[in-house]
């Protein structure tokens, strides 16, 4: 790779707001040697660009992350932006959910998953919890989302906010190293892991992110679908899934 387009790498990532990179293998200290200049000497290959996972690789906390994201404005999403919903919950968390991006309620209080869809995440949590038998409290666990700022009319986010907006979520998973991550929905998932599958596909099969297992379910929107009703009775049996194997 030429110096032009390293230059051009390095600036993309300046602008997102990236001031730190990962070598991918450390260099091994050249011992100096009084030789004679060789003559047009070979340049050396240059270093592959980082990766998001490795970029995403240094223990910092979450009010590190939320600094650094500020009053972001790396993508079109902060346009709508009333308020920017970074996560809420337990950062020591051993298990996160995560959603697809803000709506209207959660853009309007800053916090993920608190309009009806929330609401209905909180009751899945919490009774599912209780009947059986584990104590645990919406509180206790981390929420978050994929995109920080509500997409426009609530649509899905696009790959490039997902790609942009990813690397802090990346970033509050290292910081939070759950036992496990429920990605709630296909956008999710896909953020996640990579697949391209519908969720009706991936769900309640054990995935996995950075060696972290991940259990994908139904979005609760989509369970807020009248005609959705057997997805539910799916979404209570994954949930119970990734609960016993978190809290048991
Ligand atoms: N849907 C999501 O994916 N996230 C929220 O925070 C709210 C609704």
Request: charged share 25%; aromatic share 8%; glycine share 8%.
């Amino acid at each position: 790779m030429d110096a032009e387009r390293i230059r051009n790498y390095l600036e993309f990532y300046q602008d997102l707001g990236i001031d730190w990179v990962y070598r991918r293998t450390p260099t091994p200290p050249v011992a100096a040697v009084e030789t004679a200049p060789a003559a047009a000497a070979p340049e050396p290959p240059a270093p592959a660009p980082p990766t998001r996972i490795e970029m995403a690789d240094r223990a910092e906390t979450l009010t590190q992350i939320l600094t650094d994201i500020g009053d972001c404005k790396r993508c079109a999403l902060h346009q709508g932006r009333n308020k920017l919903v970074f996560g809420v919950g337990n950062e020591k968390s051993p298990l996160v959910f995560v959603g697809e991006g803000p709506g209207a309620d959660e853009d309007a209080q800053g916090i993920p998953f608190v309009g009806r869809a929330g609401q209905l995440l909180t009751q899945m949590i919490e009774n599912t919890a209780k009947k059986e038998g584990i104590q645990l409290k919406r509180e206790d666990v981390y929420i978050c989302n994929v995109v920080k700022c509500r997409p426009p009319e609530n649509r899905t986010p696009e790959p490039v906010e997902m790609e942009i907006c990813g690397q802090f979520l990346y970033r509050q998973l290292v910081a939070i190293k759950p036992k496990a991550i429920c990605a709630l929905g296909g956008t999710a998932a896909r953020a996640l892991t990579g697949h391209k599958e519908g969720v009706t596909k991936l769900r309640g099969k054990w995935l996995s992110w950075k060696d972290i297992p991940l259990l994908v379910t139904f979005h609760p929107s989509y369970l807020l679908r009248p005609y959705n009703q057997d997805a539910k009775r799916e979404a209570w049996e994954d949930l119970k899934k990734v609960l016993h194997f978190v809290y048991d």
